[in-house]
């Protein structure tokens, strides 16, 4: 395989189709192209963004693989249903979550979540050995002692993603670690004040689903999820979850 100099015409073509890309579909996923309209014309998309048709080719190619748009011949190119696009791929996850107001994205979040990491939970508690648990525990600790929002969603990711690899199922670990970035990269936005408040009783609810792991209680485990996420959405979201 032969790799491009990163100065080379085709390194800044991928750079260009990447920058088109990114911006297309944070304007796709921000609502500034509804779904069944048109996007600008090749033409149009070339002088917007200053790159040439053959970069604006690549970048719709890209998008339409990630779900977000459809070109016909002698129609164009429109913007696709949001239930058409591909939930799970890094990007689509990546611009949701620097919309201003997150909202339906944020619940549909959770509700993904309590349909697998209880599960994961109740699977780690079936397998895991004391090395496992320890990690677990230290985990938690190390929520207790952050003092960041930043270093407390690292420490929450590192957990959920332990548990999710305890699980012993690798469908279950990539789709944790898809669903956790996106969780993670919301957190930060968080207010650094809400820490103090909720701290303490996130941590608890996390040493519990610890305990029960360690105690090899699957239904315990499950259970201990159930609370932390539902928790989590109430926090996020006072409505109903």
Same mark, same amino acid.
């Given at each position: 395989?032969?790799?491009?100099?990163?100065?080379?015409?085709?390194?800044?073509?991928?750079?260009?189709?990447?920058?088109?890309?990114? !911006? $297309?579909?944070?304007? @796709?996923?921000?609502?500034?192209?509804?779904?069944? *309209?048109? @996007?600008?014309?090749?033409?149009?998309? &070339?002088?917007?963004?200053?790159?040439?048709?053959?970069?604006?080719?690549?970048?719709?190619?890209?998008?339409?693989?990630?779900?977000? $748009? !459809?070109?016909?011949?002698?129609?164009?190119?429109?913007?696709?249903?949001?239930?058409?696009?591909?939930?799970?791929?890094?990007?689509?996850?990546?611009?949701?979550?620097?919309?201003?107001?997150?909202?339906?994205?944020?619940?549909?979040?959770?509700?993904?979540?309590? @349909?697998?990491?209880?599960?994961?939970?109740?699977?780690?508690?079936?397998?895991?050995?004391?090395?496992?648990?320890?990690?677990?525990?230290?985990? &938690?600790? #190390?929520?207790?002692?952050? *003092?960041?929002?930043?270093?407390?969603?690292?420490?929450?990711?590192?957990?959920?993603?332990?548990?999710?690899?305890?699980?012993?199922?690798?469908?279950? %670990?990539?789709?944790?670690?898809?669903?956790?970035?996106?969780?993670?990269?919301?957190?930060?936005?968080?207010?650094?004040?809400?820490?103090?408040? $909720?701290?303490?009783?996130?941590?608890?609810? %996390?040493?519990? @689903?610890?305990?029960?792991?360690?105690?090899?209680?699957?239904?315990?485990?499950? *259970?201990?999820?159930?609370?932390?996420? #539902?928790?989590?959405?109430?926090?996020?979201?006072?409505?109903?979850?």
């Amino acid at each position: 395989m032969t790799v491009a100099a990163s100065g080379s015409p085709s390194a800044r073509a991928s750079n260009h189709t990447h920058f088109v890309v990114d !911006q $297309i579909g944070r304007a @796709i996923v921000a609502g500034e192209y509804p779904a069944d *309209t048109m @996007i600008p014309l090749d033409p149009d998309l &070339c002088e917007m963004f200053d790159v040439s048709r053959t970069v604006v080719r690549e970048a719709k190619k890209t998008l339409a693989a990630k779900g977000l $748009i !459809q070109s016909k011949a002698k129609v164009g190119t429109h913007v696709r249903r949001s239930d058409e696009w591909n939930m799970f791929d890094e990007d689509v996850l990546r611009w949701h979550t620097s919309v201003k107001n997150p909202g339906r994205f944020y619940d549909e979040l959770f509700e993904i979540r309590l @349909i697998f990491e209880p599960a994961a939970a109740a699977a780690a508690a079936r397998r895991a050995n004391e090395v496992d648990c320890n990690l677990l525990f230290d985990l &938690c600790d #190390r929520l207790a002692g952050a *003092t960041s929002r930043a270093d407390f969603a690292v420490a929450d990711y590192e957990f959920h993603h332990h548990v999710l690899k305890l699980s012993g199922n690798r469908f279950l %670990h990539s789709l944790g670690d898809m669903v956790q970035t996106a969780l993670y990269s919301l957190f930060l936005i968080e207010a650094q004040e809400n820490l103090l408040a $909720i701290k303490a009783e996130v941590v608890r609810n %996390h040493r519990d @689903i610890a305990k029960a792991i360690a105690s090899g209680v699957p239904e315990a485990a499950h *259970t201990a999820m159930l609370k932390v996420i #539902r928790e989590g959405h109430a926090r996020a979201n006072p409505g109903p979850a």
